[in-house]
């Protein structure tokens, strides 16, 4: 099977072997490609949040997942953490110069969805639908 010129293109690109179990990276890519660091990443792009605003602007997170997906972005140098020295502390978070250059990919990706979002569920659809006659036969 080939590679595609894009697959080949970013496995020239890339200092780390990230097909290889053992990268480095993969723990990072994965926490940055997951569902909730996506959406977290493309809210930030607006500007920066609170925690309670990003709560309501990324619907169907836990208040845990929430916290925990910041400090892995903040941990990649993603997401930076400003602490406003007031009384309660208040904080908000920010993209750093890095998590601006992932942002532009991760909304391209969110997109592409949108663009795409009939011709998937009409696929699921009609998946769904095969299955359901294969298991009546």
């Not at 997401?79 to 406003?84: C, G, M, N, P, S």
């Not at 309660?88 to 978070?93: A, C, F, K, L, R």
Request: charge should be positive; charged fraction near 20%; include cysteine.
């Amino acid at each position: 099977m080939m590679e595609t010129a894009q697959v080949a293109t970013a496995g020239r690109l890339l200092a780390h072997d990230t097909f290889d179990s053992k990268c480095p990276l993969r723990p990072i890519m994965d926490q940055t490609t997951s569902r909730w660091a996506t959406l977290i990443v493309s809210a930030l792009v607006g500007g920066p949040h609170r925690f309670a605003q990003l709560h309501v602007r990324v619907g169907g997170i836990s208040q845990k997942m929430l916290s925990q997906n910041l400090k892995a972005l903040a941990r990649a140098g993603l997401v930076a953490r400003h602490v406003a020295p007031t009384n309660p502390p208040q904080v908000t978070y920010s993209l750093t110069e890095l998590g601006v250059s992932l942002a532009g990919p991760l909304t391209d990706l969110i997109g592409w969805f949108g663009r795409h979002g009939d011709e998937l569920l009409a696929a699921q659809k009609d998946y769904d639908s095969r299955q359901a006659e294969s298991a009546a036969n």
